[in-house]
C-alpha cells in the first residue's frame, strides 16, 4: 500500500496540514470515513467541518463531504488542532475583550497572559478566562477553540473561535497566509534601511530547547519570513513595525536577533543586556530604569486583519500600544531629545 503521510504542525498557528496518497488499490470511500482511518484522534464531524469550510482538496480540487475516494488520489487537508493537555476550568480573570459575535472573541491580551494550559502553567491562563466568561450569565457552554497564540510576555490582539466551522476556516486563512498581522517592537540597533525582510528557517536550539533559533542552510527547521518597517530611530535603539509572512515559534524575536537587532529587554534572545549605546553612568541607569518600567520583551501585537468566517468581509482589529511600552518609547524621545539639546548648546 503506498501512503505518504506527512504531518506539518505550526507552533504559533494551531493547525495541522496532512498530504496523503491513495494506494492503487483503493476501494471506493467516502472522504471523511477514508480519513478517520488515517488521521488519529479526529472526529467525523470535524473532517465534516473541514470539508465545508474548503479545507479538504483532492487533486488540487476542493470537494464535498460526501466525496469518494478513489485510487492514486492526492488528499491534502488542513486541520485546526487546539492544545489538549490538561482540563479546562473556568476562571474569573480580568480580560479586554475587543469584540464578540456567535463565531468569533477578539482579545487585547495583557503581557504576562498565558494563551492556554500546558506544561508549568496548568490554570490562569486567557482560555480559562474565556470559559469563565462563556459560563457567566448562563451562556452555552462553550469552549475557546484557539487558531493562534501570542508568547506570554507579547502583548496584544488576540483571535479565537467559538465553534468548530469558524475554527476551520480561520485554520485555512492562516495556512494560506492571508490572515494580516503587524507588530510593533523595540529592538537594539539602528537599520541602515527604512525596510526591509528578514527569511531563515526556524527551529529548536538543539543546545536549549526552550528557545529557537535560525537555520540559514535552509535544511533544518521551517521556513520563516519577517516583513520590517522602521518607524522611529533612537540611535541605539529603533521602534519597528513587523508583519508576520509565517507564524513559527518566537518568529519576531528570534529573527531579529538574528538580524543583529535583538528586542529590548528579551531575555530569552539576549536583548536584556545594554548592547548598544555609551558607558557612561548616567546611560547605564537610563536603560535600566527602562528594563524596570518594561520587565518584558518590547513587543505588542498591533492588529489582526482577516476575512470573517460567517459573513466572508475583512475586517481588522487594531489596538493601542501598552503603557509600558509607550512609557519607555516616551522616555527614550526624551533622552534623545535632551542630547540633541545638549549638542547644539
Known sequence: MI?????????????????????????LLRIDKFLLNRIEGVSRSKIQNAAHAGNILVNDVSIKPNYKVKPGDVISIVLANPPREVELIPEDIPITIVHEDNDIIVINKEAGLVVHPGHGNYTGTMVNALIYHFQKDGKELLNPLLVHRIDKNTSGIILVAKNEMAQAKLAKEFFEHTIKRKYVALVWGDFQEDEGTITGNIGRNPKDRKVMTVFPDGETGRTAITHYKVLERFGYITLIECQLETGRTHQIRVHLKYAGHPLFNDESYGGNIILKGTTFTKYKQFVENCF????????????LGFIHPSTGKYILFDSEMPEDMQSVIDKWRRYISDKKNEFEE
Not at 6 to 15: K, P, R, T
Not at 292 to 303: D, E, G, T
Open 3 to 27: 501512503d505518504e503521510f506527512d504531518v506539518a504542525e505550526e507552533e504559533q498557528e494551531l493547525y495541522e496540514h496532512y498530504h496523503i496518497i491513495a494506494d492503487k488499490g483503493q476501494a
Open 292 to 303: 524596570k518600567i518594561l520587565p518584558r520583551q518590547a513587543l505588542h501585537a498591533k492588529s
